[in-house]
């Protein structure tokens, strides 16, 4: 654990966050700094009515009228009254405009809850062709019953305030209003108060009610100084913010230009030097870690030249064998064909002898370079292959059976074990039938008649896998981890019996452009010596 810590403490990481982190905390701060005060205003403005009334709450029901903090229910400009159970006020106070002796059942109706926070009715009114003014009264439903807030009913009134259309689920069947009742409900008495009620018990059990009559204006035109000026609230917050970023870029820059500038002009000294020197740095963790990855490209610049170099002597050595191998049977081709132009060869069979070893040697110069002509194909990035859904357990089995008479002539037996289901794969039919022509004429080629020559097909979980094995002579072993390359043959000096040793190198390219592996397994303890394992994909 303690490792891991220094490990995040070290590391350029753990340095930007420590300095984000305090980034982050000095806006934050400068933040509610700057805006503390306008929240502060709001909340006082708007303070929610369960936190108004729930200090007053005491007063009122101990009768203790004249201690009741006014400005905090009404918020400033306006004034309350108390009533009795029946409706008379019996107590006012504050900015008072209108002296109400008492409230009518309908009027307190029509007066919202002090615990309300919307708006129940909203008015407009409508001008008529014929010059009637008639008020059009949209009444909502509660916000918890209707969370949509759709209205619940729809009603116009005449001049008279008569109601001359409803429309919608209210419950109750009103004729008339009056204008009191009205303003009540629409938040216009006097223009600019909004009306609401609070019920409250007084010791002895007995209803009582608050009415607040609250100056919407006067809260309306604080708000709006409010809003006026908080834009200079948010600009003066971008130029802190500003500031703030400008310090911690430079800062910041002068924690990281440093390392930064050592390890750029090591490598520029690298580059200039063309010297495998490696960087030595400490620091950071992540700028370790570069100074290592450079490291590590200068190790693997190293490893690909010396493998250009041994591409180029490869390429060298494929060349010569390419003029070993072309030159044996062209000499033999030469000196036959000389002796039989001189006339030196009188005897007829001899002559015959002698015309078909031209033949033969033609033939294997022939095979030799359509063969090269093959590999360089498969290696040439432009040579398509033509994939397509193959059964490959019917494929396999064609080929053999293509192939049996050939196999039992040369003396050689053949067993197989190939399922009869269906195993589909995407395969360039042509090409991976020349992967088994090849391993089966190595086979041929290297071993005596009579070695028995296996060929199994097994489906595997993703793959499937073909198996060609023999029990002749097995391969050697120094040259079994290279059998797959170019002209890697025996021991013994090139001739037709052994090949040209392009064969299995032709194979291992075909087998990879199918996103398959092939591998030679010796078994010198198992009946089977020599076994090439060929995997190929599933569809």
Known sequence: MKKKKRLFVNSFFGLLIKNYVFFTLVNVFMFFAIFSIYALVIDHVLNLPPETLKVQKDLLEQGRYDEIDVDRIVKGNGWIEILDPHYNVIYRNGNVQEYVASYTQKEMESISDYYETFDRVESYKIKEKNGQTLTLLLKKGSPKEDPQNQY????????????????????????????????????????????????????????????????????????????????YMVYLFLFLYILNVTLFIIYLNRKVKKPLEKINKAMTAFA???????????????????????????????????????????????????????????????????ALADGVIKDEKQQRKYLNTIYQKSMNVTELIDLFQEYNKLEHPDFKFHFTRQNISELLRNYIAERYDYITEQGFEIEVDISEKELLCDLDKNQIQRVFENIISNSIKHNSPGTTIEITLQEMDHLYKITISDDGVGIPEDIGSRIFDAFVVGDESRNPKQGTGLGLAIAKRIVEKHNGKIQLISQKEERFKTKFEICIPKA
């Open 152 to 231: 619940a009913s729809v009603e116009m009134l005449d001049e008279e305030y008569n109601v001359i259309y409803r429309f919608g689920n209210d419950q109750e069947e009103k004729k008339h209003y009056t204008k009191r009742e009205l303003e009540y409900m629409t938040g216009t008495y006097f223009q600019r108060y909004q009306v609401k009620k609070y019920d409250f018990q007084d010791q002895e059990g007995n209803s009582y009610f608050l009415i607040a009559k609250i100056d919407h204006q006067h809260i309306e035109g604080f708000l709006g100084a409010i809003s006026r000026n908080s834009k």
């Open 272 to 338: 200039e030097e063309k010297s495998n020197q490696k960087i030595e740095f400490e620091g950071p963790r992540e700028f370790m870690q570069i100074c290592d990855s450079f490291n590590v490209m200068v190790t693997k610049l190293k490893k690909s030249e010396e493998e250009r170099r041994q591409l180029e002597e490869e390429k060298q050595k494929m060349l010569s064998d390419i003029s070993h191998d072309l030159k044996t049977p062209f000499t033999i081709i030469q000196g036959y064909a000389k």
